[in-house]
């Protein structure tokens, strides 16, 4: 019988193979460069005086990514499972001498380790270019602020909320194979979160939760983890998790 450790290290290996999985690990660096390039220019006009300049930087790049990182999350999740259907790998998973449940574990491992690699580099990306930008600009007052654990409240929840969405769109790759249905659906939710913000119960939907905690780091000096995006998120994964289970219980080895 294999572990479950063996396996999941062997999915990890096999999703590091797949380029997409990579290439989302660019996309913080083209927006932090891009941003930083319009941003140096505002500090060089002093227009961001009497401002938190460390705050404004992070949430600035913040504003792109609440679009993004939902997106990516149904792009991750449909390509993992899109490589078994693609290879027809679902017939030799299944025969594997390991139990059922451990190949919906290892997938869900693999988005979390991923999501882990994507949000950990996107937040030193932006706290070494707020040192470059301190050092190049040391009258801006990147210096002057301590907001440590506000920004690690924030990615911790980000991260949180990125794994809720990857566990939804693992259990619709198992109901769809066809990635288009999975990435339409991220997006329509992601522009509707992004654009009803304002509504009193966008809490509800985990694709608006990144931009409600961006809003809230940003107007508020919030350190609290757990606030209303993050207990719905909470309830949501439950769900899919759930939902994930039962799909990977009940799906046959020749689906495709």
């Known amino acids: ?29 083209l927006v932090i460069f891009l941003r930083a390039y319009y941003f140096q220019n505002q500090l060089s006009e002093n227009s961001l005086e009497g401002c938190n300049i460390l705050k404004y930087w992070i949430f600035q790049c913040c504003v792109f990514f609440v679009i993004l990182f939902p997106i990516i999350q149904a792009l991750l999740s449909s390509a993992l499972l899109g490589l078994e259907y693609k290879n027809n790998a679902f017939q030799m998973l299944y025969t594997l001498p390991l139990k059922r449940n451990y190949i919906y574990w290892s997938k869900l491992w693999v988005l979390i380790f991923w999501n882990f690699l994507l949000i950990s580099f996107t937040l030193a990306l932006l706290l070494s ?3 470059l930008f301190n050092i190049l600009f040391p009258d801006a007052g990147f210096s002057e602020f301590d907001i440590r654990l506000q920004l690690i409240v924030l990615f911790a929840q980000i991260f949180f909320i990125c794994c809720t969405i990857s566990a939804i769109h693992l259990a619709i790759a198992y109901i769809w194979s066809n990635v288009q249905y999975s990435i339409l ?33 940003f107007r508020f000096e919030n350190s609290i983890f757990f606030i209303k995006e993050i207990w719905v998120c909470l309830g949501v994964l439950f769900v899919a998790i759930l939902l994930g289970l039962c799909l990977n219980s009940k799906k046959n080895s020749n689906d495709k």
């Open 1 to 29: 019988m294999i572990n479950f450790i063996t396996f999941a290290n062997s999915e990890v290996k096999k999703a590091s193979k797949i380029k997409l999985f990579w290439f989302v690990l660019l996309i913080p660096i």
């Open 129 to 131: 270019m707020a040192t």
């Open 185 to 217: 659906i991220a997006i329509i939710l992601t522009i509707f979160g992004y654009f009803a913000y304002t509504w009193q119960y966008i809490y509800f939907v985990p694709y608006a939760s990144i931009n409600s905690c961006c809003i809230q780091f």
